[in-house]
């Protein structure tokens, strides 16, 4: 499984963690995207699904890890029925109030078209309390968005960006389930 490692300008590497290294798989394993350092020196990212756990293929993990190398799993996804809380979390970033934000592809609790498949915004604090801020596909024929694949930013505004991959104008896409090719969104505060 993939390791979380340390390289110099000099081009030396160290392996600090090594995901599923207790055989169980309950750390997570496969980071699914980039690593953010937060203000508090820490690394903060994603990860694939926990072992041993029954879930849809939805769950995921938001994890905090020293820059020595001690891990801790901060959320685990589709904790909640029906996947509420959403599933495959996308990069986080940092915002400015300390927070951590970012979105879902899966998971939704707006519309009962869409399963488990509509997608979420959500905040997670450092200590791990995760808030779902939006469900996607909450207005008529999705025309908010679904299925973001792609965390948000926060511009100089203030205000949060973000795209969704499906959704938006009134007429099918390549995704029969859903209207429209995709969205830009805005919020501010997050959720809104």
Do not use: W
Request: charged share 10%; glycine share 12%; aromatic share 10%.
């Amino acid at each position: 499984m993939a390791p979380f490692v340390e390289i110099t300008s000099a081009g030396k590497l160290t392996t600090l963690y090594s995901f599923c290294a207790n055989g169980t798989c309950d750390d997570g394993f496969d980071p699914a995207s980039g690593l953010i350092q937060s203000s508090d020196g820490n690394f903060y990212g994603t990860a694939s699904e926990v072992g041993n756990v029954s879930c849809p293929p939805a769950c995921r993990t938001i994890f905090k890890i020293t820059p020595t190398g001690n891990l801790t799993t901060l959320y685990s996804f589709c904790a909640k029925q029906n996947c509420t809380d959403g599933g495959y979390p996308s990069e986080l970033i940092q915002a400015a109030d300390g927070n951590f934000y970012g979105t879902t592809a899966q998971g939704s609790n707006s519309n009962s078209n869409c399963v488990t498949t509509c997608g979420t915004v959500f905040k997670i604090t450092p200590e791990g309390k995760l808030t779902t801020l939006y469900s996607f596909c909450a207005q008529a024929n999705c025309a908010d968005g679904a299925i973001p694949m792609v965390g948000l930013v926060q511009a100089t505004d203030g205000n949060f960006y973000g795209t969704t991959s499906a959704g938006g104008a009134a007429f099918e896409c390549a995704n029969a389930n859903y209207f429209g090719c995709g969205t830009i969104s805005k919020s501010h505060p997050p959720g809104s």
